[in-house]
Every structure is written in C-alpha cells, then in structure tokens.
C-alpha cells in the first residue's frame, strides 16, 4: 500500500532564510508522481511542484525546488529566500492510482 | 484560463438533512476528485470520475456519492448528515487523472449543527 509521511507537524525559518519540509514515501511502483501544495489559511490549495519518479533531475520553480532522492524514498521541498506570503501548511502528496496526501507541515516566516 | 470554482463557499446544515455541492474543473479537463479535509482526519480521498463514471473511490460510507455531467462538472452529495461531517469539502481537476497535477478549488466549508 502506498504510504507518505511528513515528520514536521510546525517548522518556523527567518525571513529571507531557505527552508526545508520534509517527506517520504512507500510504494513498490515504478511510475510515480511526487507533488507538493500550500494552503494558506483561506483553504485553497496551491500546486507549487511536482516531481515524476522517471525525472532524471530535480524539479525547480522560482524558489521552490524539489530534493529528490528515489533510492531513499523522500521528496524534501525546499524554499529559498522565505517571505512572510509563505507562511501556511504545506502538503506532500504522492500519487499512484490516486492521490495520497501527508498530515502536513505548518510553516510561520519569522520578520 | 478560469480555475476550478466551487459551490457554495459556505453551508450550514442540521442533522439528518442532505447536501450537494458543486464543482466545475477548469476548460479542458475530464477528471474531478473530491476530498474532505478535517483537523482530526486531515485530506481524505472521497471519490474521483472522468468521463462521467466514477474511476476510484475512498473509504466513505454510501451516505457519500457523487456525479459527473457531460461538461464535466460533477456534483457531491452527503444525505443523512452527521456532526462529523463538517469540513471542507475540496475538488481538484486535472487533464486526464492518473499521473497528472491536481488543481483545487477554493472549497466549501460545510457546517452540521
């Protein structure tokens, strides 16, 4: 059965300092999708990046970037530069058959 | 491109009575999931349709079902409400499913007294 876990319920980083949220994974599938989402505390959530297990490189978009080590099973988020607008929950979601989101880690940007 | 959109933002209900909720995917894709997010539970997978049958389904009792229409808007229904039914009621789109990003609506707060 396909598991993921975030080990993080709070994580708080200093304004303009990188961050890292991390998340693992079980499946014995070869075809996977790794993705991460922010909700802020409106509700809606965000799609930030995504990683496919085939992808030779690890994803990036703007200051998110996504650590990923298959051998190990973990798809760590991080962020660069935080800002106070980062400042939410951060969901890692796994997805085979279908999508399997982790508990969550709530992240607060110190000024 | 429009996002996904949901309605109602917002619901209040009492016990027993029975409520729908709509979602329309974004332009283009055929794949709409539901989950339910709670404190207690966290995101919980209710069901997921394309092409207007239901393709997967989570471990919800029968209380849970829900539709999709040629235009691919799909609608969820909860009869017989309980108190622990209130949440926030997400939809996610995406192209064809499977492997593919999910985009989410902004949700539905639903409230049973």
């Known amino acids: 059965a396909q598991k993921i876990t975030q080990t993080q319920p709070g994580m708080f980083v200093q304004e303009k300092e990188a961050v890292t949220l991390d998340c693992t994974y079980d499946?014995?599938?070869?075809?996977?999708?790794l993705f991460w989402y922010k909700q802020p505390s409106s509700g809606e959530m965000i799609f930030l990046i995504y990683q496919g297990s085939y992808d030779q490189q690890n994803a990036t978009e703007g200051r998110y970037s996504l650590n990923f080590q298959k051998a190990r099973k973990s798809a760590n988020l991080v962020i660069s530069a935080s800002q106070l607008g980062d400042s939410a929950m951060y969901f890692c979601?796994?997805?085979?058959?279908?999508?399997?989101f982790g508990t969550g880690t709530s992240l607060t940007v110190i000024p | 491109k429009a996002g996904v959109t949901q309605t109602p933002r917002y619901l209040i209900k009492t016990r027993g009575q029975q409520v729908t909720l709509s979602c329309s995917p974004i332009s283009g894709h055929r794949s709409v999931s539901w989950y339910q997010q709670t404190p207690g539970q966290g995101l919980q997978f209710l069901f997921e349709y394309f092409s207007e049958t239901q393709r997967n389904k989570g471990n919800f009792p029968g209380r849970f079902s829900g539709r999709q229409f040629s235009n691919s808007r799909s609608e969820m229904n909860v009869s017989t409400l309980e108190l622990g039914d209130s949440a926030l009621y997400l939809c996610?789109?995406?192209?064809?499913?499977?492997?593919?990003?999910?985009?989410f609506g902004p949700g539905t707060r639903l409230l049973v007294l």
């Open positions: 499946t014995s599938d070869p075809s996977y999708g």
């Open positions: 979601a796994f997805t085979g058959n279908q999508f399997y």
């Open positions: 996610a789109s995406s192209l064809g499913g499977g492997l593919e990003t999910q985009y």
